[in-house]
């Protein structure tokens, strides 16, 4: 071949790959007329969506959400939960049974597409259950815009999860994933996984939504409230502008936000109050003697998001509001539906830093959780972890605030029903085999990071990915890259077997041998996760020495971590099962020798990891 042919041709790929492997991400503007039927719980819409396609393909297609057409029986979240019986998500059955089979028929959830448009023309649609296909007459090439305009109305569902009609706290309308929503295209195609009842994933997207609804009624959303003097229950001094049928129009407005939720109750009160370099903060919910703790909540709320901005990164947003409605707790755009009826105060706190937290996963750096929900609720269960344990400080003291999500870890072990981290969201085949998988393995991905490389570099790395990758789409190779750059180790082998597989850690401290001037101790790799270890001796007179084995897969050691100075041994390949060290301290000089005494390691057997010196 011609040496310049090929220096031309090298070039040419070289430009292809990198426009192949360079990050880009859509971009929507939404422009939303909605009118409430609020007695017979229906609606109708008109949306106005300006597209943006920054990928380097043409698109001759488009997908939308329709999150409500789940909600009925026979829908595929219905067959699902009914195959899946006591396993599934025990919020949507009862006893096993499927709550969605009995929903009455007027209240099945329902968005009706009457048409859609691109650019004044006519298209081509077809509803997948809760996907519907678009197929476009204008390809939508690279780096260009369309407009598409539509017309729905939509059935309030009956309330069954996150969304619906009059939840069981007595909260009229919960509107969550309530309009035709496009679905987000990246390097992996489109996301169009049905709603079967976990996770969703979308654009960024600026907002412009005027809901027109009963003058009584008190609406919270997240965004940005344009008109408060026109309406109910944000300003003292508002004159309620009502048309001939008795509605007040309500405009919100959001930019850069993934969705736009928003829940109306006649009952509603609406509080207020700003944190220090920090969001604005809204409670939406129905004050009574029952909800007397949201009152007592606000300096604990106060302090997360101050805790969160310290330790990870500066909230984004304008506002956050905590509304009273949905199932449970659901995080949205600037906002989260949570149920208010708290039984003690730690309790209703714990929600509201969950979902809080959401705010900086699932909102700020949006993971496709549908794909990856360990990194969603992994991530925020972590943050949970670290506020609450200042929040609300444990009465016994500790090792470390993440000791119980390491107990809750082993003891699912023990079931034999765990599924790897790495399955889809909604196809594991146990509830709890989900949350143990998605929450607490990817809380203790963390951890484990932490104990490999450091505290101090685990603290790097956290601020870095938020600083990198706000306002994007990262997925676990952009966290990887940015871990391994920090700690200068290689870690691919960790992540590989903590999120792929069912792997456990497992050592031991296998044999002592004590001699006149030292004590040689055996420990043992018992499990199929290799890991350095961090061993350490107890003197007689309560003083402790730490020691680090590195991992020969790192290739590069801890240095420091904020459990104490260690000395760094000779490593321990992966390949080999026993390790053997020697310390400079006789049997009577001993107190207690063991692995991991800052209980960070989640070794599925701790009970062998400690031996008492008699």
Known sequence: ????????????????????????????????????????????????????????????????????????????????????????????????????????????????????????????????????????????????????????????????????????????????????????????????????????????????????IDKDYVIGAGGTLENPLDVKGYDPKANIKADNKNKATWRWTAKNLLDFAWAADRDYTVEEFTI???????YVYQKSEKTKLWEESKPYVTKFFQLMNAAFGQYVYPSYSFIQGGDGGMEYGMCTMILGEGRSLEGLVGLMVHEGGHSYNQQILAYNESVRPWMDEGFTSYYDDYVMHQ??????????????????????TKTGKEEPAVWLADHHDDGRAYSIASYVKGDLFLVQLGYIMGEQNLSLVMKEFYSQWKLKHPTDRDFMHIAQKISGMDLKWFHHYWINTTNTIDYAVKNIEYGTASTTITLENKGKIPMPVDFSVMTKDKKVINYHVPLNMTHTWKSKDIYGNFTTLNYWPWTQKEYTVTVPYTKDQLSVVGIDFSQRMADVNPEDNFVEVK
Do not use: C
Request: charge should be neutral.
């Open 391 to 412: 929040l609300f400080p444990p009465k016994e003291p500790v090792a470390n605030p993440f000791v119980g999500s390491i107990k809750s870890y082993v003891n699912f």
């Open 1 to 212: 071949m011609n040496k310049g042919f090929l220096v031309i041709l090298t070039f040419v790929f070289g430009i292809l790959s990198a426009q192949q492997n360079a990050y880009y991400q859509q971009f929507a503007k939404y422009k939303m007329d909605i009118d409430v039927d609020a007695p017979n719980f229906t609606y109708k819409g008109a949306q106005t969506l300006t597209y943006t396609n920054n990928s380097p393909d043409e698109l001759n297609v488009v997908y939308f959400h329709l999150y409500w057409n789940a909600f009925k029986p026979g829908s595929m979240m219905d067959q699902r939960v009914q195959n899946q019986g006591k396993n599934g998500d025990s919020r949507l059955q009862i006893n096993g049974i499927s709550r969605l089979a009995s929903i009455p028929k007027g209240e099945e959830g329902a968005q009706n597409i009457h048409w859609i448009k691109q650019n004044g023309k006519n298209l081509k649609f077809e509803v997948q259950e809760t996907i519907m296909k678009v197929e476009l007459n204008t390809p939508l090439k690279p780096n260009s815009t369309t407009t598409f305009t539509m017309e729905w109305d939509a059935v309030i569902p009956h309330q069954i999860r996150r969304a619906g009609r009059n939840n069981r706290e007595g909260i009229d309308m919960t509107m969550t994933q309530w309009y035709p929503k496009i679905a987000e295209y990246d390097y992996d195609g489109w996301a169009t996984f049905d709603y079967i009842g976990r996770e969703f994933h979308a654009p960024f997207s600026d907002f412009d939504v005027s809901i027109k």
């Open 276 to 282: 220090l370099d920090g969001p604005k903060v809204y």
